[in-house]
């Protein structure tokens, strides 16, 4: 279980660090709820529901560095119409998993480079681009500009 000071993600909401606990009645019932400060954000999660809404802790360097490597291939699916290409993506998001997330972001990010997304596309583009980037500016001790620039970056490769 998380404790105060755990850096997790709160998948399509992105990562924070959980900064304390506190109990409440809401309803007359009492819960124990965990305080996550996200980058733009402060949320109250009660703690009996932190496994059923996918919060996991931040990925660890291994994993990032697989992200990274991945981030520079080229996997674009040319074949499926935007509505699919959206639903899929979504599905993605919904997972939670850094990897996925990173997906999504690289594939509308050179979608982008080719042609201009529709308005449903750049959102989920901004939103998932600032998912991934909150999650690898946590874990790596970078800023969030930096983040962004490293993966701009790997996307020119």
Do not use: C
Request: zero cysteines.
């Amino acid at each position: 279980m998380f404790q105060i000071g755990d850096k997790i993600v709160y998948p399509m909401h992105g990562a924070g660090v959980i900064e304390g606990m506190e109990e409440k009645e809401i309803l007359g019932k009492t819960e124990e709820y965990f305080l996550i400060q996200m980058p733009n954000m402060q949320m109250m999660i009660p703690r009996g529901r932190i496994n059923q809404l996918g919060i996991r802790p931040v990925a660890d360097q291994a994993t990032l560095k697989v992200v990274m490597n991945n981030f520079a291939e080229e996997t674009n699916d040319d074949t499926l119409t935007w509505k699919q290409r959206y639903d899929e993506n979504l599905k993605k998001l919904k997972t939670g998993s850094i990897e996925d997330g990173a997906d999504v972001v690289k594939d509308l990010m050179r979608r982008n480079q080719k042609k201009a997304l529709n308005s449903s596309e750049k959102k989920m583009l901004e939103d998932a681009r600032g998912m991934l980037v909150s999650e690898i500016s946590l874990a790596q001790g970078m800023s969030q500009d930096e983040v962004l620039t490293a993966l701009e970056n790997e996307l020119r490769v």
